[in-house]
């Protein structure tokens, strides 16, 4: 079985220290990483410092930090602090976010977001070295300074959350590794030579490279069907109020008609399509795109992803998802499922 990675949620159901027992209960099953994402929620850097202040060994990677909410050089002053304060076990996942969030939540323009995360990777990347920093770059230009405290580590690994194959092209060519979000096991085969071309322009190989995909994960032996309908409304959610990105990512994985449904249903006025759009998501969808069901459907999709090429699968639960859900779960993979 491949490692596995868990993102952990902060949310109504789960309290901030039944999140902090859920991370050390991971770490004691053989868990490889912990994830914590911010969204317009808490931000993952805080809450990461607690996280390592209760852990030891788990990695603690951000999913992701947003690179339209913070400049670069404050991006790694936060990442060289993470890295200190968990002795080396920060994996930095990035991504551009949305129009929405950004536009809505953070304030700021949505620009050029591939040529923002090439040049943002290569000065945090600057950054962490603790040497001077002088960039001149297309979007940001910054001369003159360094870390005033040593980071702990002159390389952190860097992660990149990208959907459209230019992005992830430019992932491979650019990052330590891959962080996709609701993919299909064809996503992955499909990814991963986009990666490789990526790699090959900067004279590298896939050898070490870490394709880390976040996949709607639930094990119910006793409701599996419940299960499943907390995914559907999940990915209703993403594909039909979160803009157009996924929606697309939906289309390309063979599911254009299914994500036209889901979009016209989510946009009915007055929250009057929610339900028809979480039931536009079909069990086709379901079956190709998530781990959700039985311990034994579980485990044994998850070994095709790992087949596929993906290293390091990270659970994410669905939203609804109560206390003894997600233990199920844990207890479930914990250990590669062993």
């Known amino acids: 079985m491949p490692r596995i990675g868990l993102m952990v949620p902060i949310v109504d159901g789960l309290t901030r220290q039944e999140s902090m027992d ?13 994830w914590y994402g911010e969204s317009w929620g808490y931000d993952a850097f805080t809450t990461l410092a607690q996280v390592a202040g209760v852990t030891s060994r788990i990695k603690l990677g951000t999913l992701i930090a947003t690179v339209f909410s913070r400049t670069p050089a404050m991006m790694a002053q936060s990442a060289a602090s993470l890295d200190v304060i968990s002795d080396g076990r920060l994996i930095l996942g990035l991504g551009t976010s949305g129009p929405a969030v950004v536009n809505n939540w953070h304030g700021q323009t949505w620009r050029q977001p591939t040529r923002r995360m090439r040049e943002y990777v290569e000065i945090v990347r600057m950054a962490l070295t603790g040497e001077r920093l002088d960039y001149d770059g297309e979007l940001f230009k910054l001369k003159g300074f360094r870390l005033r405290n040593a980071p702990v ?3 952190v690994p860097i992660m990149i959350a990208s959907l459209g194959p230019r992005s992830v092209e430019q992932t491979g060519e650019i990052a330590d590794g891959w962080l996709p979000i609701f993919p299909s096991v064809q996503l992955i085969q499909e990814g991963r030579a986009l990666l490789a071309q990526g790699a090959q322009r900067s004279g590298r190989t896939m050898d070490d490279f870490e394709i880390a995909p976040s996949i709607l994960t639930a094990v119910s032996d006793s409701d599996p069907r419940g299960v499943r309908d907390l995914a559907r409304a999940h990915l209703a959610f993403y594909v039909g109020g979160m803009g157009t990105f996924y929606a697309e990512l939906v289309a390309r994985q063979g599911f254009p008609e299914e994500a036209s449904r889901i979009a016209l249903e989510w946009s009915k006025p007055g929250r009057a399509g929610r339900s028809a759009a979480a039931a536009a998501v079909t069990d086709e969808m379901l079956d190709a795109m998530t781990l959700v069901g039985t311990r034994a459907q579980v485990l044994t999709r998850l070994q095709a992803y790992a087949d596929a090429g993906a290293t390091l699968p990270i659970m994410m639960f669905p ?10 779960t844990v207890e479930a993979l914990g250990g590669g499922g062993d």
């Open 153 to 155: 580590r002159a390389s």
């Open 319 to 328: 939203f609804g998802s109560d206390r003894a859900l997600i233990a199920e």
């Open 22 to 34: 859920l991370v050390r209960r991971a770490e004691e099953m053989g868990f490889e990483s912990a």
